[in-house]
């Protein structure tokens, strides 16, 4: 009933709303150009991944699935890049705000990830395509 709030955006949103909510601001006030660069780095992870999925033609679902292992585009630097944009959005916007508290919770956010996402993914995926998976996992990073 309540799958549809387990989602890693929403996991993102709720770091974000904590973050402009705490008072703990950063001792260098709001840095723009940094967290402006985040957002944009973020914006293109998701673009390049999404079309990635499209291209061939698996879901982007989490728990789903997946159809194929995408080893191609920006899956060949990083195992997990919407995640990563996903790191990226909560730095980025933390930045912004000049909101110290934000840049803590992003260590917490991608350990969070992993434990409620990435590691389901990477077992389905070693499921579904053994030997293919362990040599992509083998020369591909999960986050960088």
Known sequence: ?????DLPPV?????????????????????TLPGRIALGAAALLIAASLFEFMRARTTV??????????????FRLS????????????????????KFFG??????LGWLLFRRFIADEEARLQAAFAGEYD????????WI
Do not use: C, H
């Open 61 to 74: 679902i989490p728990r789903e699935a997946p159809s194929a292992l995408i080893t191609t585009g920006i």
């Open 103 to 108: 840049l803590v919770l992003v260590p917490v």
């Open 135 to 142: 040599a992509y996992r083998a020369q591909t990073r999960r």
């Open 11 to 31: 996991w993102t949103i709720a770091a974000l709303g904590l973050t402009w909510l705490m008072p703990i601001t950063a001792p260098w006030g709001p840095a």
């Open 1 to 5: 009933m309540m799958k549809w709030i």
């Open 79 to 98: 195992r997990n890049p919407i995640y990563l944009a996903d790191l990226l959005i909560l730095a980025g916007f933390s930045l912004i705000w000049g």
